[in-house]
């Protein structure tokens, strides 16, 4: 069955470190991949769409990777700050959809 | 200001009742979309819309009922036949909705508690 997966538990890193957080997925073959940060008790709010044929996108502080062999994106947050502290979303688009993974917790500690 | 509301931000309701949920856009997009979010659990898609009067059931449709009468509005309704209806309810829009590079654009949600 399709799946994405993210890692459920929390990431604890410290201000100015730079936070990596994985996406996994299995059983798609995905065109495009999106990344989004949802605060607390809010909607999600969209941040990055990598394409399959891009293999890096950078946008002020964040990268994000997109590895088609290895199933996998990595989204990465430079110079991290407190302000950053959220639930980040990974998400695949397909046709007339786009299905959410599970999000991990981020928590920068000052 | 551009953007997509629904209201209300918290609802109660006593078990057996239904309810229904507002989601209005004003961004001018064709497709729209309702999701529930449980702790624990990725959003998931209960029903979304590509264009006036046509709707397509999502993942997890049962319970549940919409309507697509205006571009700007996408109405959800959470009928007695929900098992478990309390949860965080999410509506969002997109300009097309038929490919995946689209952007959702989400509104702050509406937390429904059934007692």
């Known amino acids: 069955s399709q799946k994405i997966e993210q890692n459920s538990e929390a990431l604890n890193i410290q201000e100015g470190k730079t936070a990596t957080l994985t996406c996994n997925y299995t059983?798609?073959?995905?065109?495009?991949l999106q990344w989004y940060r949802q605060d607390p008790g809010r909607g999600p709010v969209f941040l990055l769409l990598?394409?399959?044929?891009?293999k890096e996108k950078r946008k002020e502080r964040l990268k994000v990777t997109f590895d088609t062999t290895l199933k996998q994106s990595l989204f990465h947050i430079t110079a991290s700050q407190p302000a950053d502290s959220a639930t980040y979303l990974c998400?695949?688009?397909?046709?007339?959809?786009?299905?959410f993974g599970i999000g991990t917790k981020l928590q920068v500690i000052p | 200001d551009g953007g997509i509301t629904q209201s209300p931000k918290y609802l109660f309701r006593k078990e057996g009742q239904n309810v229904t949920l507002s989601c209005e856009q004003n961004?001018?997009?064709?497709?729209m979309y309702w999701y529930r979010q449980d702790p624990g659990q990725g959003l998931r898609l209960i029903y979304y819309?590509?264009?006036?009067?046509?709707?397509q059931k999502g993942d997890i449709a049962e319970g549940y009922s919409v309507s697509r009468e205006k571009k700007e509005s996408f109405p959800l309704t959470v009928t007695s036949a929900q098992k478990n209806p309390t949860a965080f309810y999410l509506c969002?829009?997109?300009?097309?909705?038929?490919?995946?590079?689209?952007?959702?654009?989400f509104g702050p949600g509406t937390r429904l508690t059934v007692l």
């Open positions: 969002a829009s997109s300009i097309e909705g038929r490919e995946g590079t689209d952007t959702q654009y």
């Open positions: 059983n798609y073959s995905p065109a495009y």
């Open positions: 990598i394409r399959e044929n891009e």
């Open positions: 998400a695949i688009g397909g046709y007339q959809k786009v299905t």
């Open positions: 961004l001018n997009h064709d497709a």
């Open positions: 819309s590509q264009i006036v009067n046509d709707f």
